[in-house]
């Protein structure tokens, strides 16, 4: 690959890597960002009453060496919730001690964790669950956060490592300020850094070519499949068209990035529109039938 030719991938690597923060204040920064319609969404019940039931295992068997807590869910995990297990490490085998059961359950309108021992504190649990209630889930973090670069014309090349073209930088480190703002340092560990052009260069843009190309065939599927399932209705086919549409924007974008031609992608888009012609004209039929079963009826 010439040196003229990876001159051309300018951008930014950006590796996604969430820190614990409070749920609002995550929000609000999302919002003061720009991206408030990005959904964040709360650690459900049962899970917060696993991380509850776990961080109160904890801080009460601490002084225990050689042993840890294990949750388990019990019979049906939202009605009679979980338990918690101390586990002794032994030569030959492992000791498993119940330590109590909790459940959660509705008073004056509030959920509080209950438990089958009075020796545990139902009140610290239930301060431990809504506090674990309050708290980002990192992986809905690292979700929202992948949201906002997929807006900025991202791509992920793997796992939480993102690559965004040069003119999406300025973009993302605007929004990178507000949520480095957030109670709890949430993402001070986001990280984006300017691509240097060396030796590796010519991977970066193989696999960015590869995650372009895997995106492309993955909304390709996903569009085929709902058109081909669901009957459209006005608004639902238009959302479609718009992210056929955006799909093949990106492919131009990235094409231009990196002065290289990208038809296979684009002959990939072709079963798509084939797929929305149907679709409009079967819209089109219905409209038509119905539109003479009224005037048969009036």
């Not at 051309?8 to 996604?16: E, M, Q, S, T």
């Not at 297990?85 to 309108?109: M, P, S």
Request: aromatic content about 6%.
């Amino acid at each position: 690959m010439s040196h003229e030719f990876v001159q051309k991938l300018a951008g930014a690597k950006v590796l996604i890597h969430p820190k614990v923060c409070d749920l609002k204040d995550l929000r609000d920064a999302f919002n003061n960002a720009g991206y408030g319609n990005i959904e964040i969404a709360e650690e459900s019940d049962y899970q917060a009453l696993c991380l509850a039931v776990k961080s109160y295992g904890n801080a009460q068997l601490k002084h225990l060496t050689g042993s840890r807590i294990l949750v388990e869910s019990l019979k049906r995990k939202t009605a009679n919730g979980v338990e918690c297990v101390l586990v002794k490490k032994g030569e030959d085998h492992n000791d498993y001690q119940q330590q109590f059961t909790a459940h959660l359950e509705e008073v004056d309108g509030k959920l509080h964790v209950k438990t089958s021992t009075s020796s545990v504190s139902e009140g610290e649990l239930t301060e431990e669950f809504r506090k674990a209630k309050a708290t980002a889930p990192l992986g809905n973090v690292r979700n929202a956060v992948a949201s906002i670069l997929e807006r900025l014309d991202g791509i992920k090349v793997i796992s939480s490592l993102y690559w965004i073209p040069d003119e999406q930088i300025a973009s993302w480190e605007n929004a990178l300020g507000y949520l480095s703002s957030a109670h709890g340092a949430t993402v001070d560990a986001v990280q984006a850094w300017t691509m240097k052009h060396d030796l590796s260069d010519p991977d970066t843009i193989d696999c960015v070519c590869d995650a372009l190309k895997a995106f492309v065939e993955k909304e390709q599927q996903q569009l085929q499949k709902e058109l081909a399932e669901n009957d459209m209705e006005d608004q639902a086919l238009a959302r479609r068209r718009l992210r056929a549409a955006d799909v093949r924007r990106k492919i131009a974008q990235y094409e231009k990035a990196l002065d290289t031609s990208m038809q296979a992608l684009h002959d990939a888009m072709i079963d798509v529109d084939s797929a929305l012609s149907a679709a409009s004209s079967i819209q089109d039929e219905q409209g038509a039938l119905g539109a003479a079963l009224e005037d048969a009826l009036a």
